[in-house]
């Protein structure tokens, strides 16, 4: 990346060693300039500062951004060549479009010069994540190691197959990659390799998924997962009156379990009733919005009842898992699958691990591997098995332990700002990187409130609540910590962030009154006109939320 795109904030690294602002800025040049530099600053080293952050420690008051901006670019040929390949740019290289000359003395151009387009998308992508408020629960930032990994050479490689068993030629180094990998994933989440395998191919949490009822079900075999407005996947299956939405419910029968309206609660009891009325062939556990932990002991005694598998889907909360800061589903299930993007910290991927005794006749480790490959997925996507790695060698340092329990933390404090602010979550509280906010007593939708606080350049989503009608506009709000706590956020931090949701969710309040129409559409198309009465409210907020958000250092490339 170039200086000029570059918003990227010192590390711990520079602040530790005291550096002042002019070399920190001599620094960040060399960085955006050189290759070599870019590999000396670890991702690591900043993420067990103690609290040393720019925010207070540098002093520097020019905004970062444009701080760098007044850098000269280097020649981004140089940087990236040399990033990527550690030497000069290549001459055996594609022909960058709308740059004449000789085909066969075609340099390797930097994406700057070969596409300025997709550079400046990528510019300001980069600028959003860095100034907004990222509250997404199942988004993080991942490390410059893991990104230099996506995007290496890796990518070039077919490799179908597993280790030793392939179809082509040549996969010595990928082979040496994908193993090393399982045994970071076996070694990360404590297993021992002669009773759990694992593949590394998923390509993300949904096939993995797909990959897994391949597997272990015949079309029309019945499951039973989390309903998805009560928190569940969408993946786990999901059907409406008219259509079956899901896939999952398209070539299985899915039949959703939900939580107790009265608590927010998994309804475990209604769940032991109807799986032994249905009597599923899997039991998921496991939910993309749901703050509290999963009775893996009770979900294993009722699969137990009905002769099903479990599956754990610990897509949202694998990193917390990794660190054991939450409960650990491996002693009770089956089958655990999970993104590598979320808490893991990692590049978009999924990974399956399995019992490698049979359960209930199946061998789980020959009918997932063939379930992966042939029968779902091509050409493992190597470049991100080589990020999932990298990942994986972070998730066994102290620093990941010391980063997942500020995560739970921070979730903690958030959600006791949102109660003292008076708001209803559901199931009262957390126990993990979310909380889900029940807006409905205020006579405000998450929908509305999810555009006021993306105006504000706060990012979350809006999310459906137990007892809600309507799924596009939902009654609640997701709001999780992984992200920002990755970008140094603590407690106190996190307190700011309660009251810059609430002061949104009063300008929405007063937005909605406001609107000519009761419809969301009548909403949307007010707060996007120029009679929209409350913009200086959200540019005076915006600016507020920015300020707090760049205060704290990005990682990644
Ligand atoms: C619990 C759970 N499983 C699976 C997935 C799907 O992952 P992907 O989007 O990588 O397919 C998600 C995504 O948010 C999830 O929350």
């Known amino acids: 990346m170039d200086a000029n795109t570059s918003t990227q904030k010192p590390t711990d690294s520079w602040i530790r060693k005291g550096v002042g602002a002019c070399e920190l800025i001599e620094e960040e040049k060399m960085h955006a300039c050189g290759g070599s530099m870019m590999g000396a600053v670890q991702q690591s080293v900043w993420m067990t500062g103690s609290g040393l952050h720019p925010k207070i420690s540098t002093g520097v008051d020019i905004p970062w951004g444009i701080r760098l901006n007044s850098l000269k670019p280097c020649k981004a040929s140089h940087v990236e060549g040399s990033l990527v390949t550690g030497g000069l740019p290549s001459s055996v290289s594609v022909p960058a479009p709308g740059i004449d000359g000789d085909v066969s003395s075609i340099k390797d151009y930097s994406l700057s010069e070969a596409d300025p387009e997709v550079h400046a998308i990528i510019g300001k992508e980069k600028q959003r994540q860095f100034s907004c408020l990222e509250l997404i629960a199942s988004e993080n930032f991942t490390s410059r190691a893991v990104m230099e990994v996506v995007g290496s050479c890796l990518t070039n490689k077919y490799s179908e197959g597993l280790p030793g068993k392939r179809y082509y030629g040549g996969n010595e180094f990928i082979d040496e990659i994908e193993i090393l990998c399982q045994k970071r994933a076996l070694a990360a989440f404590h297993l021992d390799e002669n009773k759990w395998g694992v593949n590394v191919q998923p390509l993300s949490g949904s096939p993995a998924n797909f990959e897994v009822y391949t597997a272990l079900l015949k079309p029309h075999d019945r499951i039973m997962g989390l309903d998805l407005p009560h928190g569940g996947h969408l993946s786990h299956g999901f059907m409406t009156p008219k259509r079956r939405v899901s896939g999952t419910s ?19 009891e209604m769940l032991e009733k109807t799986a032994n009325l249905f009597r599923p062939k899997l039991i998921i556990a496991g939910a993309s919005a749901y703050p509290r932990d999963f009775d893996y002991p009770r979900m294993r005694k009722i699969a137990d009842a009905v002769g099903a598998f479990l599956m754990m889907d610990m897509a949202h909360i694998s990193g917390l898992i990794a660190a054991s800061v939450i409960a650990d589903p491996f002693e009770y299930s089956d089958v655990v699958t999970t993104t590598t993007h979320k808490s893991l910290r990692g590049p978009r991927a999924g990974l399956i691990f399995f019992k490698k005794d049979p359960v209930l006749g199946v061998d789980l480790e020959t009918a997932i591997n ?16 080589g990020g999932v790695a990298v990942c994986l060698k972070h998730a066994q340092s102290p620093e990941f332990k010391i980063y997942q329990t500020q995560v739970v933390s921070n979730c903690k404090a958030l959600a006791a700002r949102l109660i003292d602010l008076g ?4 199931s009262g509280g957390s126990d993990n990187h979310l909380v889900l906010v029940d807006l409905r007593p205020l006579g405000i939708d998450g929908a509305r409130l999810e555009k006021i606080l993306d105006m504000s350049s706060i990012t979350l989503n809006k999310n459906s609540v137990p007892g809600d009608k309507s799924a596009l506009v939902p009654g609640g709000i997701r709001i999780g910590t992984p992200a920002l706590t990755t970008r140094g956020f603590k407690e106190d931090d996190f307190l700011a962030v309660a009251d810059l949701i609430h002061e949104g969710v009063q300008i929405a309040l007063e937005a909605k009154g406001s609107a000519r129409g009761t419809k969301l559409k009548d909403f949307m198309d007010y707060v996007e006109s120029p009679d929209f009465s409350l913009k200086g409210r959200i540019a005076d907020l915006k600016r507020r939320v920015e300020a707090l958000a760049t205060q704290f250092p990005m990682p990644g490339v």
Do not use: C, W
Not at 423 to 426: A, D, E, M, N, S
């Open 370 to 385: 063939n379930a992966v490959f042939p029968g779902l997925q091509g050409g493992p996507h190597n470049n991100t098995i």
């Open 423 to 426: 708001y209803k979550l559901v």
């Open 250 to 268: 398209i070539f299985f029968e899915s039949m959703p379990y939900r939580l107790d309206e009265s608590t927010g609660l998994v309804d475990y």
